[in-house]
């Protein structure tokens, strides 16, 4: 009974004992057990997620680019979608590797995340800030019935199995995936003794993930920043005017004064040396893009200007020979490869520059506006110092202004870098586009002089041969300019045109005739008061010396304009008295008159007045071949009577002269006005 009553008391401690140890052993065992679903939640939501994204990629994205519909923006849609795909996979990859190490998981998984970390947030971050525009996308598709009903198809051929409306199904699941990581790891971190060694790693996973969305929201409040402010450039010059009142314009009036007062140095400017730095750079890089942009469009227009005489357009009336080979080489670059040329360079060159340069347009008005709000700061800053505290609005300036600097000191270091790539790549393009140019032109041209005469003659031995010609040529050339010069044919009395006859007779009656003096060659002037003269022309001297002293060079009077020519290029002019009385003025005609034939003298008597007939004739500069009744040959060195310096309609460029007993028309530009010489009665040798 005793025996009996002492073991009854034995077998309720014994239960005891173990509801004791039950009681101690479940909470560990529920928070194992829950420790362990949170690490497979994570794994499985991953992997989902993974599968998902890949459905948006590879399904939705591609059949949409096969509708190839003009105004659905796919780049603006998905982002950078494609980079988020390629992270995630190979964050799934190694996170499925950690199921196999038993003890060691939970270490693993808060070191994955901590590798991680910075992709993610790189990655996530530009995928976060323009997912608001995608959203706007989607709505404005959805207002187009005809968008949205393609949009529809594709989600019903592609993804039939979940059920999604819109695009909007996939495009939030990025965003809300990068935000659950801090939670998933916290239910990791809640069922996790603090005594285990994996505990303090969690911990820090979890802050560290915190904290990339924490920087990703930063980051797309600097963005949406910076969009509000590069959207307010656009607006019109009366939005502008509208939008000024008396808070801006003392705004305005504040910052004025505080940049005075900065290049002044009554204060001191807030000096952020790394932005300093890094905007330095920018202005760099822009002024770079803009000057190349300015030469290319300069090269366009001198490449337009090379364009425009068409040799090969022109009739040479030459059936075969080098100069057919010239007009087909010309043709070739003209119609083919300059236009290709102009094409490519455009395409490759033009176009992207000027992308380029519209990119920079809205870093250029951030850095302006970060000025303005620099301004801002530094007075509020000032303001908060002495009174101790500010007002929400002027904190919310103040958040601004820390909002953009920190968003340019992020973002131009990649900007600078990536402008100055795009510009080493247009330049290369550029380069390349010449070196093209080059060969191409470079092979017509080979492949034209292999079917000349001398294609086939070696580089020394052409050279040679084309010294020799040249000389020949020069020699023929001095021999004839000698020829010319000393052996005139016999001269012609030519009669002055009325206005060469009034101005040498003002220069008679105003300096004498001791002062005439004649050109004997062609002068052009090169200096300040310097004339140009043709040949033959006649100038009375004013000085024999310049206002230097110089008596090289003349001071004359040319009818009119005065000014310096050279003393070696004038001889005195002698006159030849005229066999008649004297010389006739001429009268004047009506328009009418002049453009008819004068081939005899007016039967009215006109007044005469004692002058002087000058010394000089009207040669054949160039042989002229007549080609049709109204024309006369003409040989070169030939003396001619210029009868009317211009046709029937009053048109100078062709004269109407006489030769040989012969009248009609030669180009005018084929005659030559020559002093005549005292010899009388010679010719041209035969």
């Known amino acids: 009974m005793a025996s009996a009553c002492g073991a009854e008391p034995d077998a309720e401690d014994a239960a005891e004992t173990k509801e004791a140890i039950y009681e101690e052993l479940m909470p560990c065992d529920r928070m194992e057990l829950s420790q362990r679903l949170a690490v497979e939640e994570l794994i499985t939501t991953e992997a989902s997620y993974v599968h998902s994204i890949q459905f948006c990629v590879s399904d939705i994205r591609a059949h949409l680019q096969k509708k190839q519909l003009p105004d659905l923006d796919l780049e603006g849609l998905f982002s950078n979608i494609d980079d988020i795909l390629h992270l995630s996979r190979r964050f799934l990859k190694e996170l499925e590797a950690t199921a196999t190490q038993e003890h060691e998981q939970l270490l693993s998984i808060s070191t994955l995340f901590q590798e991680f970390k910075e992709e993610m947030e790189t990655v996530y971050k530009i995928y976060c800030a323009s997912y608001e525009h995608a959203l706007l996308l989607v709505e404005s598709y959805r207002k187009d019935p005809r968008l949205q009903e393609e949009i529809l198809e594709t989600l019903n051929a592609t993804v039939p199995h979940t059920g999604a409306s819109d695009l909007n199904f996939f495009l939030v699941k990025p965003v809300q995936r990068v935000t659950k990581y801090p939670l998933l790891l916290g239910k990791i971190l809640e069922n996790t003794p603090t005594s285990a060694s994996a505990y303090p790693a969690l911990q820090a996973a979890a802050r560290s993930m915190a904290q990339v969305n924490a920087n990703i929201n930063e980051y797309k409040r600097r963005r949406e920043v910076a969009t509000k402010y590069n959207k307010a450039e656009h607006l019109t010059l009366r939005d502008r005017f509208a939008r000024l009142n008396a808070h801006s314009i003392a705004k305005k009036t504040t910052r004025l004064s505080r940049l005075l007062m900065h290049e002044a140095g009554i204060v001191a400017k807030t000096e952020d040396r790394e932005y300093d730095d890094l905007e ?210 016999s001269p012609v009395t030519q009669p002055l045109n009325p206005v060469e006859e009034r101005k040498v007779l003002s220069l008679v009656s105003k300096h004498g005739p001791d002062k005439l003096y004649q050109v004997t060659s062609n002068i052009s002037g090169s200096k300040d008061m310097d004339l140009t003269l043709q040949r033959g022309q006649i100038v009375a001297l004013l000085q024999s010396v310049d206002t230097k002293g110089n008596t090289s060079r003349w001071l004359v009077d040319a009818g009119g304009p005065r000014g310096f020519v050279p003393a070696g290029k004038l001889q005195p002019y002698c006159p030849v008295q005229s066999q008649e009385p004297g010389m006739q003025m001429p009268a004047l005609e009506s328009s009418m008159e002049r453009r008819q034939h004068s081939y005899a003298s007016p039967e009215a008597p006109r007044p005469q007045v004692a002058a002087f007939t000058p010394a000089f004739q009207v040669v054949a500069g160039f042989s002229f071949t007549a080609r049709s009744p109204h024309e006369v040959s003409l040989q070169a060195g030939q003396p001619v009577v210029v009868l009317e310096p211009h046709d029937k309609k009053g048109s100078k460029e062709w004269s109407l002269v006489e030769v040989n007993g012969q009248r009609g028309y030669v180009p005018s530009s084929y005659l030559v006005t020559v002093p005549m010489q005292e010899r009388m009665g010679w010719s041209l040798p035969v």
């Open 280 to 489: 330095e750079k920018f202005q760099c890089v822009v002024s770079s893009v803009a000057m190349l942009k300015e030469n290319v469009a300069s090269y366009l227009g001198h490449l337009e200007a090379f364009l425009l005489p068409t040799p090969h357009k022109r009739d040479l009336q030459i059936d075969e020979g080098p100069s057919q080979q010239y007009r087909r080489f010309a043709e070739y670059l003209h119609c083919t490869v300059f236009p290709e040329f102009k094409r490519r360079l455009d395409r490759l060159v033009c176009q992207p520059l000027c992308s380029l340069s519209d990119m920079l347009v809205g870093p250029q008005q951030l850095v302006k506006k970060r000025l303005d709000k620099l301004l801002d700061y530094e007075e509020i800053q000032e303001r908060k110092s002495e009174m101790g505290s500010v007002t929400y609005d002027e904190e919310a300036a103040m958040n601004t202004y820390l909002a953009i600097n920190a968003l340019l000191v992020a973002e131009l270091p990649l900007f600078n870098q990536v402008t100055l790539q795009l510009l080493g790549q247009i330049l290369c393009s550029f380069s390349a586009l010449q070196q093209d140019l080059a060969a191409q032109v470079l092979h017509q041209a080979e492949k034209e002089l292999e079917q000349m005469p001398h294609g086939h003659m070696p580089l020394p031995s052409f050279w040679k041969m084309v010294e020799d010609t040249l000389h020949q040529s020069g020699a023929q050339l001095r021999t004839f300019c000698q020829t010319f010069e000393t052996v005139t044919p």
